[in-house]
Antibody, heavy 119, light 108 residues
Framework: QVQLVESGGGLVKPGGSLRVSCAAS????????MSWIRQAPGKGLEWVSY????????YYADSVKGRFTISRDNAKHSLYLQMNYLRAEDTAVYYC????????????WGQGTMVTVSS | EIVLTQSPGTLSLSPGERATLSCRAS???????LAWYRQKPGQAPRLLIY???NRATGIPDRFRGSGSGTDFTLTISRLEPEDFAVYYC?????????FGQGTKVEIK
């Protein structure tokens, strides 16, 4: 079935780096744009980054621009988010998502991976 | 950027009652590219409605989405215990997805 599974979350010190991944299955990954969304504890949902199907178009939220890098490997059906210079305010559950089209079209999300930035 | 504003912030209702949640966009959302989610504590958001009025797979018919342009509504006809949660609207008209701040539906 159509599925997104995030991994790579964990505890990291302020100023440190972490890479989270998202494995896609059940659909043609290379035909779909991908996004990262995050949710800080007790807070709402915040869009973080977007990458087009080929990877040629990328957008970032102002809050992460210059520190985070989104990328994808279509051969491995995988999405990545490299997070550098992490701050306490980056602590959140990170979700990957896409606008899936397989007949009908609608958003699908993974279950998320927790990133904690703390000393 | 399309800003989404949800109201009310909190809705206090009893099981069996009707809930009406609003989502207003700062500019027109074309093709009704709007979704509604329900989120329970410790869980990922679950898609309820897409394209403003289409129920997602497995979503019961007590959930109804309506609206177009800048004004959208989620109606829950009879609240079940599992419906007491936080609800978010989301637009996907733009590649830069945006979300409302959420409406909490709590037990009165």
């Amino acid at each position: 079935q159509v599925q997104l599974v995030e991994s790579g979350g964990g505890l990291v010190k302020p100023g440190g780096s972490l890479r989270v991944s998202c494995a896609a299955s059940g659909f043609t990954f290379s035909d779909h744009y991908m996004s990262w969304i995050r949710q800080a504890p007790g807070k709402g949902l915040e869009w973080v980054s977007y990458i087009s199907q080929s990877g040629s178009t990328i957008y970032y939220a102002d809050s992460v621009k210059g520190r985070f890098t989104i990328s994808r490997d279509n051969a491995k059906h995988s999405l990545y988010l490299q997070m550098n210079y992490l701050r306490a305010e980056d602590t959140a559950v990170y979700y990957c998502a896409t606008f899936y089209c397989g007949g009908d079209c609608y958003p699908i999300w993974g279950q998320g991976t927790m990133v904690t930035v703390s000393s | 950027e399309i800003v989404l504003t949800q109201s009310p912030g909190t809705l206090s209702l009893s099981p069996g009652e009707r809930a009406t949640l609003s989502c207003r966009a700062s500019q027109s959302v074309s093709s009704s590219s709007l979704a509604w989610y329900r989120q329970k504590p410790g869980q990922a958001p679950r898609l309820l409605i897409y394209d403003a009025s289409n129920r997602a797979t497995g979503i019961p018919d007590r959930f109804r989405g309506s609206g177009s342009g800048t004004d959208f509504t989620l109606t829950i006809s009879r609240l079940e215990p599992e419906d007491f949660a936080v609800y978010y609207c989301q637009q996907y008209d733009s590649s830069l997805w945006t979300f409302g701040q959420g409406t909490k539906v709590e037990i009165k």
